[in-house]
Nanobody, 120 residues
Framework: VQLQASGGGLVQAGGSLRLSCAGSGLIFRSTNMGWFRQAPGKEREFVAAITWSGGTTYYADSVKGRFFISRDNAKGTISLRMNSLKPEDTAVYYC??????????????WGQGTLVTVSS
């Protein structure tokens, strides 16, 4: 299984970014997917998840209403639209495959991460 995340970068507070993740080596259309992030000196934390059909989404309280996860099963990709970004959103963002759990240990497949930096 390979997960390739992209779209990170530097943005000012209040701005937006869109992260994407392409999956291969798995039956993408039947796989739950998610995003986690890890800020410097902090533990990895859950951001968002989406069921295989796209019918149900989950969000951490800290991003609810600002971040939106979606998927395109035909293309084998998921996206994370991040709006109203805050400096505390600065982190390396990882896409995951196989679970919608908020626990990192429940996710068996991880992408390489993409860095998001939000300046104040």
């Amino acid at each position: 299984v390979q997960l390739q995340a992209s779209g990170g970068g530097l943005v000012q507070a209040g701005g937006s970014l869109r992260l994407s993740c392409a999956g291969s080596g798995l039956i993408f259309r039947s796989t739950n997917m998610g995003w986690f992030r890890q800020a410097p000196g902090k533990e990895r934390e859950f951001v968002a998840a989406i069921t295989w059909s796209g019918g149900t989404t989950y969000y951490a309280d800290s991003v609810k209403g600002r971040f939106f996860i979606s998927r395109d099963n035909a293309k084998g990709t998921i996206s994370l639209r991040m709006n109203s970004l805050k400096p505390e959103d600065t982190a390396v963002y990882y896409c995951t495959a196989g679970s919608t759990s908020t626990r990192a240990d429940d996710h068996h497949y991880w992408g390489q991460g993409t860095l998001v930096t939000v300046s104040s």
